[in-house]
């Protein structure tokens, strides 16, 4: 059974860190490129930040460049994303995704997480 499972969401002031983790299982980790989408209310999905477990190589939505990294740990199948100065509108709910592809071009995703909130007070 493939799972993602998302944890570190919450509630923070502004200028405030939080970081999210994302456990994978059920497919072979390093296959995979692993995103961040992030829903907020009356607004369009968008893909934030991604990984490809494989080589490394990222991508981060202009939204989000300079305040948000993410990293792999491959022998944990694990990714996790520390987001700093955060910003009310960073408030969202955060799934985590995961797509037989790179992080670059047509990121089609497989598999989604729950989602996690995130919540950026002004």
């Known amino acids: 059974e493939v799972q993602l499972v998302e944890s570190g969401g919450g509630l923070v002031q502004a200028g405030g860190s939080l970081r999210l983790s994302c456990a994978a299982s059920?497919?072979?980790?390093?296959?995979?490129?692993i995103g961040w989408f992030r829903q907020a209310p009356g607004k369009e999905s968008e893909r934030a930040v991604c990984?490809?477990?494989?080589?490394?190589?990222?991508y981060y939505a202009d939204s989000v460049k300079g305040r948000f990294t993410i990293s792999s740990d491959n022998a944990k199948n694990t990714v996790y994303l520390p987001m700093n100065s955060l910003r009310p509108e960073d408030t969202a709910v955060y799934y985590c995704t995961a797509a037989p592809s790179s992080c670059t071009g047509d990121y089609d995703p497989s598999f989604w997480g729950q989602g996690t909130q995130v919540t950026i007070s002004s």
């Open positions: 059920g497919f072979t980790f390093d296959d995979y490129a």
């Open positions: 990984i490809s477990s494989g080589d490394g190589r990222t």
